[in-house]
């Protein structure tokens, strides 16, 4: 069964950092790109981040270019979420997810909270 | 405000028939054909249920199918079941620099 695990969350101060992780199993993880998308309370669905296969591409949402970075560690079929400089507008839960460009997400991992807030 | 514009509500009775609109511009739902619908219940992770306009992934029945015209995309399902009842996301490739685009999502109730 292809499953993705998140965790990492919590509750940080405007300014702070966190590093959230995404464990993958039941597929090849090397193979794919993956990618983060987050919900903020009550709102959609917001894509945040893409990185390819082998880590040699990647690609922000604006609001968080310069703060967030993405990255994996296929030996141990991980993604990573760096996130710096947090605002409340980060707020949100954050999903990893397979992506297939430029046409699916697909699972979805059951999203980790994130809270920014003093 | 969401790059893709979805009707905030839609309902329907069981048995019947809906149609949720995505509407975008020529730079991304009507310049390509990567367009993707994903269900969500309440508390949970959201779920692909077409992708490129008009696929549907294994396990996904039939009731659900896509199409599009010009700058806007449908998901329609039809034979409506309680368990349709859902939060609806359409999404998108975009030549922007945003690359990936979603709808504010659609509160699908069945009656």
């Known amino acids: 069964e292809v499953q993705l695990v998140e965790s990492g969350g919590g509750l940080v101060q405007p300014g702070g950092s966190l590093r959230l992780s995404c464990a993958a199993s039941?597929?090849?993880?090397?193979?794919?790109?993956m990618s983060w998308v987050r919900q903020a309370p009550g709102k959609g669905l917001e894509w945040v981040a893409n990185?390819?296969?082998?880590?040699?591409?990647?690609y922000y949402v604006d609001s968080v270019k310069g703060r967030f970075t993405i990255s994996r560690d296929n030996a141990k079929n991980s993604l990573y979420l760096q996130m710096n400089s947090l605002r409340a507008e980060d707020t949100a839960v954050y999903y990893c997810?397979?992506?297939?460009?430029?046409?699916?997400?697909?699972?979805w991992g059951q999203g980790t909270l994130v809270t920014v807030s003093s | 405000q969401s790059a893709l514009t979805q009707p905030a509500s839609v309902s329907g009775s069981p048995g019947q028939s809906i149609t949720i609109s995505c509407t975008g511009t020529?730079?991304?739902?009507?310049?390509?054909?990567?367009v993707s619908w994903y269900q969500q219940h309440p508390g949970k992770a959201p779920k692909l249920m077409i992708y490129?306009?008009?696929n549907r992934p294994s396990g996904v029945p039939d009731r659900f199918s896509g199409s599009k015209s010009g700058n806007t995309a449908s998901l329609t399902i039809s034979g409506l079941q309680a368990e349709d009842e859902a939060d609806y996301y359409c999404?998108?490739?975009?030549?922007?620099?945003?690359?990936?685009?979603f709808g504010g999502g659609t509160k699908l109730t069945v009656l």
């Open positions: 997810a397979r992506y297939l460009p430029w046409s699916w997400f697909d699972p």
């Open positions: 039941g597929f090849t993880f090397s193979s794919y790109w």
């Open positions: 990185i390819k296969q082998d880590g040699s591409e990647k």
């Open positions: 020529s730079s991304d739902v009507g310049g390509y054909n990567y």
């Open positions: 490129e306009v008009s």
């Open positions: 999404s998108s490739y975009t030549s922007s620099s945003t690359l990936v685009v």
